[in-house]
């Protein structure tokens, strides 16, 4: 195709020439000088300025670019959120070397004279690299060791390693004193290595050693103030005040009541008398400071010394630096001089050989009126000398006037009430939910005082292992406080009660009248208690040699022998005495007394101290047989609507309609029309302690990987005879299974070798 002879066809201007346009004459003339007359681009002096800035911060930022981070990936696996070589342990290439410069006019001599501003050039990067712990939440795992000098910390690394090798926790530990030794040195020394799974923060501020006890103070303060908002720990442990430099103590406290976290301060051994607390998981160590335990005592007449042997017993007892607690004694209508001279210069608790102020924890009680109680006015009595002021921290240990204490009873009753009661493990778990205390004794016999007791084994192994027992202690027993508000309510309707029918009498009457009542509360609710089973060594011991029976029941003990009975009659003064060895082995087998516990409690405890999931300890019901958990809850069920038609005063139709609600007893009576309401509270799931809980519970052992583990298994259940409120048989609500059996408690009564122990 040929193409068109112009280019721009439409447009004729575009082909010219530019010779074509002629030039216009200038009115201005021509100067030999053109650069002098042409004008160049104005100069805005905003656009100076903003280039100014520009290459100023362009200056700033490459002169301050880090020259020791190295490759990327080599800086911090973010996978585990740690350093790899030191985690929490870089050394920042600006931070100051050598002695700060003395201000004007101070002297040389002078050591710690630096007040300067205060920066942490280590502690970022530590802080930064535990994002894995759940820092940002307050409440976490979190458990923050911190020392403020050399030797403190050499006391505190080896507990935190042994804390974190138990994986119940996140551990941290965080230096604040004036040493300068590296970080590294400080592990090295105490033998941290890798298997030592904490997190290192080193808190010190620049220039430590010449900085002033204030400049020390604040930094400890602001140290703790950047922890808290990065870890959030559930608590602070400490070595002992008196080893611990001043500044560190006022900062740290100053700061943890701030924020309102708790200090444990250990004592000097701790790391033989206290390596127990390293079991424990935050849950429990932050109720360290929460818990409030008053002891009751009851006095009965003419024992002066049985309760001067418990009450020395107890003021030479270990508290390891924790709150003493509340001594309540009640004392009978005539006190024997002996008693009234001790209780006169009683001391409790010991006064502070610091000088704080002593704040008396002693109560007296004395009875006005000697006349005799009934078993009503008794337990009424006894129940009414304590009610907790906080149901869920409060609890009551009752000791009997027989009893004396292990130097380590309050290791063991802290250690069980830690795990059992404030723990992750038991906040999700029916068990521990059904525990309604802890004894501190083995009983001797069983409830109707029939034969010896034989506590359980382990099924593996057949060694000691601490049992379930759903019958109530009058010797030494704790209490929860939850528990015991529950009782007075349960106590308090069952006086009210106008149905007074006579009942079978299951505990005998060597116990006082409460255990009764309380005997009937923990058969309602299938509430048990925690009984220790140690194998060499006692945590208290009871003395009956100087026993008496029960006020209320002191006119109706057989007495086998008058003041004339026992003088010898009739005797040939010839005849050699004798006695049988095998009867008196026989008399002495039953009370036979351990040595009380002296040594350290984790040498005693099965499994390295390592208290054991309530699911895997044999479960007793009152009689003394073997439980299961469902068969647990059946008798219960049945037992509670055979009260509720018997005792309570509530129509059958109406046995299972009213709601229970937390520390009352009032839908197991219907004395007044107004109490009755739908519903009923829905039962704790049980979850293993050494399993993972479903959605956000966290297990014992697993608490540090998420991988999911299978549930605890069902276990199968086996219809058996319940007695009623009545006595009388009753296998109301139960599972059904396709054999029946005997009455297995009258059975076992057979086998105790006798009746129920029945008044008079």
Known sequence: MPLPGRIFAGDEELGKKNDDHKPRKSLTPVSPWPILTTKGPRLRPRR?????????????????IPTDLGPSNERYDLRVAKVPSERGSPTPSEAP??????????AESEKHYYNGQIRFYWLAASLHAIARTAGYRESNKNVLFAAGNLQSASRLIPMACEMSRW???????????????????IQEVNGAGIECDIFWHDARPDYPPWSSD??????????????????????????????EEAFFVKGLRSKAHEIGRSIIELPSDAANRLRWITRLDSGSLSAWHKTYVDILIQAPAKSSGSLIRLLRSIEA??????????????????????????LENLVWPPIDPSGAPHISQVTLRHRVSSKKLSSEEASSHFVESFYPARPKDSHVLFLSSQVELSPLYYHYLFYNTLEYKYSSYASHNRETEDLMGLSLEIPSTYLNDSVSFNPPSSALDEEPISFLWQAPNANAALYFGNKWAEFHSFLCARISAHNHRPRPKVVSEKFPAWTEYLLELMRARGYSLLYPNLPSSAIVTVHNELYQFPEEFSNTSPSTSTPDSDAPQNLDPDEAFTIDPAIHLQGTSINLELPLLETSLLSLLPQDGDLPDLLDVPLLDYAGELLKPAQSINNARSFAQSFRRTVGGCAKAATSTKAQRPMSANDLFCIDDGDEEDGVVAPKESVSKHSAPKESATSKSALKDNAPKDSAPKVAVQKETVLGADGEKDTGNLIPENTDTKGEFEAHLQRQGGKRATPG
Not at 97 to 106: A, D, F, K, L
Not at 167 to 185: I, Q, Y
């Open 48 to 64: 100076v300025l903003l280039g100014l800035i520009a290459c100023l911060i362009l200056y700033v930022f490459v002169k301050n």
């Open 97 to 106: 070397s050598g002695e700060p410069p003395h201000p004007v006019g101070q």
């Open 167 to 185: 994986n119940r926790n996140f551990v941290h530990f965080a230096f604040t004193g004036r040493d300068d030794l590296p970080f590294s040195a």
């Open 214 to 243: 204030y400049r020390m103070e604040v930094s400890v303060n602001a140290a703790l103030g950047h922890m808290q908002s990065f870890m959030h720990p559930q608590v602070i442990i400490t070595d002992d005040s008196s080893h």
């Open 317 to 342: 007892a270990d508290y390891f630096g924790a709150r003493r607690p509340h001594l309540t004694i009640e004392l009978p209508a005539d006190i024997d001089f002996p008693s009234w001279q001790y």
